[in-house]
């Protein structure tokens, strides 16, 4: 990006970060002695974070041992759909707060059976602004953004897509329905992080899912540097 | 709603939000004063703002004085789009802020050509969440969401669809495409907000959009309570 981005921060929102940075510390720490690989996933309201989750699942039962957390400002209505598969799963239910924090996680986390645990999915509240800034100890931030919302919403919201491992573009199946350009979209996105791994998934009509699941096997797989 | 909505807050964010109050009272006082209207558009990132902004300043061309503040993290695309409808614009880059304040606002219309405006729009932040708690002496603010959002979103978050005077339902020309409740969505939004006026739109197809400006032009005329 030819423009850095701006980071600005009153004294109380540094102590804030701080706090959270080190119990995310702590929390990779201990789910890495755990063998256990998290995923934070992070979008916009309604890009489709729990439809893709659910079909990841479905697609995972009786390979993997997965658990989820599940944030939202109110309601229970996604970990509902979530706890159809038969993983475990937690709420939590953030009130006024924007973003789920490590603090949290690791609340929730001591609530799951993590015992011989492969996978942690945390599926973060709907905003694709304040998440981004709140590490939680997970191994991968992965953005989504579908078809619908236009291409330029990684050079408007450049720095959750900055921090992403993985960009996944939703809802490819409307494509033909919109004015919606993907090499753009796609274009926007290495223009913030030319190191993002772009996939494009319908969970709709299961196009992509494939693609999804085998990164999501290899990123788990691949040893830290 | 059964649930009330639960207000935590921190003293250090009550402080910023009573200084916030402070101003926004102030701006709406003054804005009465001059006559203007103001519009507060809060929505997702895509769920359609600027392309409802640009067809509804196309619509007032000739027929009413407007002007537009536009909200982003980066970039000024937004306000481009708008310039080319030939009305006043200015961009705010909020940098990582997740939304729009009073003292903004304040500092962009004195940037702005005001005298005999009727209208002023403010395009929000791209934000379900964060916007909602920040007052910014409007006289109305419009929730916006895209069919492609899910019919849930209401009860999820909640704050924005409670404080809205009308929520405008966009992209309908994609329901067909879509597994989506239109009554369903309708009915969560009015459980949040029985007093709500719901417009549905598509600004691809026009449907919907005449029904906007004339709850726009109703709502200006109407006098206060």
């Given at each position: 990006m030819s423009k850095s981005i701006k980071i600005e921060t009153i004294p109380v929102e540094t102590r804030i970060l701080n706090e959270n940075?080190?119990?995310a510390a702590e929390n990779r720490a201990w789910f890495g002695s755990?063998?256990?690989f998290v995923v934070n996933l992070i979008?916009?309201?309604?890009?489709?974070k729990t439809t893709l989750?659910?079909?990841?699942l479905k697609a995972l039962q009786g390979k993997l041992k997965c658990a989820i957390i599940e944030g939202d400002q109110q309601t229970d209505l996604d970990a509902r759909r979530i706890a159809e598969t038969g993983f475990p799963v937690r709420q939590v239910n953030t009130g006024q707060a924007c973003h789920l924090d490590a603090a949290m996680v690791r609340k929730e986390v001591s609530e799951l059976a993590v015992a011989g645990l492969d996978l942690l999915f945390i599926e973060n509240v709907g905003n694709l602004i304040c998440p981004a800034e709140f590490d939680l100890g997970e191994n991968v931030k992965v953005v989504l953004m579908s078809v619908t919302e236009g291409e330029e919403k990684p050079l408007k919201y450049p720095l959750i897509f900055h921090l992403s491992t993985a960009a996944v573009i939703t809802k490819?199946?409307?494509?033909?329905?919109?004015?919606?350009?993907l090499a753009l979209a796609e274009k926007n996105i290495h223009q913030v992080n030319p190191k993002a791994v772009i996939l494009r998934t319908s969970a709709y009509t299961g196009e992509g899912l494939?693609?999804?699941?085998?990164?999501?096997?290899?990123?788990?797989?691949q040893p830290p540097l």
């Open positions: 940075d080190r119990l755990q063998g256990i979008s916009s309201p309604g890009s489709g989750l659910v079909e990841t490819i199946d409307l494509i033909p329905h919109l004015k919606f350009d494939q693609g999804w699941l085998d990164w999501l096997a290899a990123r788990k797989a």
